[in-house]
Structure formats: structure tokens, C-alpha cells
């Protein structure tokens, strides 16, 4: 029989696939938002990774019968998801993608206080201490970001805050459904969810929220939203299979390497010294909590949640 330990390095593997491939969401979502608006992308990006899913729902034989929690839940993961993606693409439509995204990694810190202050779990002064200076790395991007896109620089703290909430729903969901069923459900819903709304706003002269017949390489960019937001987190789900969240964590900030690369790759963008800077202090204050969180584990205190919390179970 194969051990776990014997799994670990497939888990590293599919992490590895997700901090490759998840950059490639906020690729099409750039290059789509220059044609159409943020919320069109937003509803593709659902409505894609449904259509995409339904084979595997199918092959896994998951059905849509759920309890009224787990209905409940799955309608709140959907509408955390919505606003999650709709701030991250308003950003990414006009800010460089490795700032919006270095940003968005306060996101654990965010659950670290949540954890305290909803959950009322026991976080230490060393803890805390961490997320602050996270929180004045991330200064060191919003500010000139603030300078130089104004309000929309602030979407990202959006994102990192309906993304912590949407963390700690599918934490929730994640002993009652299945890994595919929790992603193609919630991708369903939030179709159901935000399709109403573009056709209420479609006259409104929200330019957010118009609407316009894609053209051209715009279908290919729309689909590549939905397409790469499905193959990169079902990789990730796959991945925390074979392996322990607190492994996989450590993994996660590759994700900025990948997504600097990309940037300057297809728009011309690099972060600059300021920026790495403010990353660098982002990523140090995270994989110090996370380094803090193991150290706790490993005591005979009841261990907080919250090294998992810095990746979605079944995303």
C-alpha cells in the first residue's frame, strides 16, 4: 500500500501546477476587460467553469441534492466568489497583475484576525506583530498604486477580504461535499446569482457592468478565464489530496513569481524596487505566521485552523 508520506511530492506537484496556471486567470481577465466590461468577465469566468465542470460532475456522480446548510453555504461561497473575482478583475483592468496580486496576499492575515475576532481563536502577540508589518508591506504597493490608478488600487483589499470569507465558508462545505461538486455547484449559483444582475444593469450606464457581444479573440480570452480558474484550482484541490495544507502553504507565494513573469511577458509590466519591496515583506510576515502556526501544531494545545487557512480546501 502506498504511504501518505510516498504522496507528498504529487501534492507538491499539483500545488506547483496551481501557482503556474492561476496567474494565467488574471492574464485573460486583463486582456478581456480591454474589450469588455469587468462584470462580463466575471460572469464568463462562472459560467465557463460550470460548462467545464458538468463531465467531471458527471464522472464523479455528484448530484445536486444538499442539505438547507449546505445550500445555504454554497449561495454565500458563490456570492463571496462573485465579489472576489469582480474587485480582482476592476484592479487588474488597469493595475499591473503582480501588484494587484501582491496586495491580495494579505489575505491571510485577514483570516488570522477573522480567526481571532469571529472564531475566538487563541493568536499570540508574534502572530499579530507578523500580520502588521504584512499590512505595511502592502502599503509600500497601495500607496504609489493609489498615486498613480487612484480608488481602484484599493480593489485588491476587496478581493483579499471576500476571499478570506470565501476561505472560511469552504472550510465549512469542505467535510459535507465533495472537492467537484463544491466547485462546479458554487460556479452554477454564482451564474444564477450574477446573471440577473448584468441583465438589470445592462441599460444603467454602469460601465462596469455593460454588456457587448465579444468578438473576435475576445471568446478566446473569456474562455481562457473560465479554463484556466478551473485547471488551476482543481490542480490546487487535487494537491491538498496527496498533501497537508501547512506542506502546501509555504508553495503559495510562487504564485508571485509566475504572475511577474507573465505580466512582463504578455503587457510589458515589472514590478519595481518599491513594489518587490512591499512583496518581500508580504511574503516574509506569511510564511513567518505560517512557521509560527506548525510550531503550535506540534504542542499538545488544541491547534488553531489557521495554516490551512492560507489555501481553500476544495477551491
Known amino acids: 500500500m502506498t504511504k501518505p508520506a510516498d504522496r507528498i511530492p504529487l501534492g507538491v506537484a499539483f500545488m506547483l501546477g496551481f501557482c503556474v496556471l492561476a496567474p494565467l486567470i488574471d492574464v485573460f481577465s486583463k486582456l478581456s476587460a480591454q474589450t469588455v ?114 480608488p481602484v488600487a484599493l480593489f485588491p483589499l476587496g478581493t483579499a477580504l471576500t476571499f478570506a470569507l470565501y476561505i472560511l465558508i469552504t472550510r465549512q462545505l469542505a467535510p459535507l461535499m465533495h472537492p467537484v461538486a463544491m466547485q462546479s455547484h458554487t460556479a452554477i449559483v454564482a451564474t444564477v446569482l450574477w446573471l440577473p444582475v448584468m441583465v438589470l444593469t445592462m441599460h444603467s450606464g454602469i460601465a462596469s457592468l455593460a454588456f457587448a457581444m465579444p468578438v473576435g479573440w475576445v471568446w478566446v480570452f473569456l474562455f481562457g478565464v473560465g479554463l484556466a480558474a478551473t485547471v488551476s484550482h482543481m490542480s490546487m484541490s487535487f494537491g491538498l489530496r496527496f498533501a497537508p495544507a501547512s506542506t502546501l502553504a509555504p508553495l503559495h507565494y510562487l504564485e508571485m513569481v509566475s504572475a511577474a513573469t507573465f505580466g512582463y511577458l504578455v503587457f510589458g509590466n515589472f514590478p519595481n524596487a518599491l513594489t518587490w519591496s512591499g512583496i518581500a515583506v508580504i511574503c516574509a510576515s506569511g510564511l513567518y505566521i505560517i512557521h509560527r502556526e506548525r510550531q503550535i501544531a506540534r504542542t499538545p494545545e488544541p491547534a488553531t485552523l489557521l495554516p490551512e487557512a492560507a489555501l481553500p480546501e476544495a477551491e
Open 37 to 150: 466590461s469587468v462584470g462580463e468577465v466575471t460572469l464568463a469566468r462562472f459560467v465557463v467553469q460550470a460548462a467545464l465542470m458538468a463531465p467531471l460532475v458527471i464522472y464523479y456522480r455528484q448530484g445536486f441534492t444538499m442539505s438547507a446548510r449546505v445550500f445555504w453555504l454554497t449561495v454565500l461561497r458563490a456570492a463571496v466568489s462573485i465579489l472576489s473575482t469582480y474587485c480582482f478583475v476592476a484592479a487588474v483592468q488597469v493595475m499591473p497583475i503582480a501588484d494587484a496580486l501582491a496586495i491580495v496576499f494579505v489575505e491571510p492575515f485577514i483570516i488570522l484576525f477573522l480567526g481571532w475576532l469571529v472564531y475566538k481563536e487563541h493568536v499570540g502577540p508574534r502572530r499579530f506583530a507578523a500580520a502588521f508589518v504584512g499590512f505595511l508591506g502592502s502599503l509600500l504597493i497601495i500607496q504609489p498604486s493609489f498615486d498613480l490608478f487612484g
